[in-house]
């Protein structure tokens, strides 16, 4: 499975994400290994979405980090 994910940091502010192992990749986050949220701790999961196919994910990935892929977020409450 790939994992797409959102995480809300520190500064308010979502971190998006794309994965195949989700417990791996957030123990990460936490430890502060991730250099795009290492100054942005500590993090919260706030939604992760699960695909079989990894294009899938990482097309739904990038449509998140566009304005109408925060819109949706919000829409749908997952921060």
């Known amino acids: ?14 971190y998006i994400g794309c994965t195949h192992d989700l417990k791996d990749r957030i123990n990460r986050h936490t ?17 992760y979405f699960a695909f079989k196919n990894q294009d899938i994910a990482f097309k739904f990935e990038k449509y998140l980090k566009t304005g109408s892929g925060r819109a949706f977020i919000r829409k749908h409450q997952f921060i």
């Open 1 to 14: 499975m790939f994992y797409v994910y959102v995480l809300l940091c520190s500064d308010e502010k979502t």
């Open 31 to 47: 430890k502060g290994q991730i250099p795009a949220t290492k100054n942005r701790l500590p993090i919260k999961l706030h939604a």
